[in-house]
T-cell receptor
Framework: DAGVTQSPTHLIKTRGQQVTLRCSPK?????VSWYQQALGQGPQFIFQ???????QRGNFPDRFSGHQFPNYSSELNVNALLLGDSALYLC???FGLGQPQHFGDGTRLSIL | GENVEQHPSTLSVQEGDSAVIKCTYS??????FPWYKQELGKGPQLIID?????GEKKDQRIAVTLNKTAKHFSLHITETQPEDSAVYFC????????????FGKGTKLSVKP
């Protein structure tokens, strides 16, 4: 039974560039949430997708956008990258809204 | 909005001892409290959770207690083992608002053999 998978595992970009991160939820899960984890901090909620719609959004600028596909997989896009966007980006999936969330191992994004 | 405070930030125990990590939350509407374990280079792993209609929950060597009146909840690990060494995060959410998790800053637990 595959868990949450994320790709790529590591990524290096320069300021001003754009990036797309991908997530496949755990088998049977239909809800995907994205979190940003800075070094030494707890994860911070970015947004949540259910039925291909953004259902909830945290305190992140419009440079952060996402998408959910009919197969429940999801993408996180970040435009106009800033040095402060360097972090571990985590995807979590659940079976429905408000249900226990299971995390992938994340994508480590470094901005130079 | 919700704010979760977690203490201590680091905890060192001898193998076989117990470890306790405490969290407080601010939003009385929060009703779901999971705990995650994060090992180096890995994502957070859900280890136990509790809902506000329950005061205590156990799963083998780990237990969680919840005091709704005081708005705090704790993780207890008994008979600690070196493989329990990791960073532990508490979180809180209001399932009625679709369950976005608010995390504490984490506790780095070191279990010395």
């Amino acid at each position: 039974d595959a868990g949450v998978t994320q790709s790529p595992t590591h990524l290096i970009k320069t300021r001003g560039q754009q990036v797309t991160l991908r997530c496949s939820p755990k088998s049977g899960h239909d809800t995907v949430s994205w979190y940003q984890q800075a070094l030494g901090q707890g994860p911070q909620f970015i947004f949540q997708y259910y039925e291909e719609e953004e259902r909830q959004r945290g305190n992140f600028p419009d440079r952060f956008s996402g998408h959910q596909f009919p197969n429940y997989s999801s993408e996180l896009n970040v435009n106009a990258l800033l040095l402060g966007d360097s972090a571990l980006y985590l995807c979590a999936s659940s079976f429905g809204l408000g249900q226990p969330q299971h995390f992938g191992d994340g994508t480590r994004l470094s901005i130079l | 909005g919700e704010n979760v405070e977690q203490h201590p930030s680091t905890l060192s125990v001898q193998e076989g001892d117990s470890a306790v990590i405490k969290c407080t939350y601010s939003d009385s509407a929060s009703n779901y409290f999971p705990w995650y374990k994060q090992e180096l280079g890995k994502g957070p792993q859900l280890i136990i959770d509790i809902r506000s209609n329950v005061g205590e929950k156990k799963d083998q060597r780990i237990a969680v207690t919840l005091n709704k009146t005081a708005k705090h909840f704790s993780l207890h690990i008994t008979e600690t083992q070196p493989e329990d060494s990791a960073v532990y995060f508490c979180a809180a959410s209001n399932e009625g608002s679709q369950g976005n998790l608010i995390f504490g800053k984490g506790t780095k637990l070191s279990v010395k053999p």
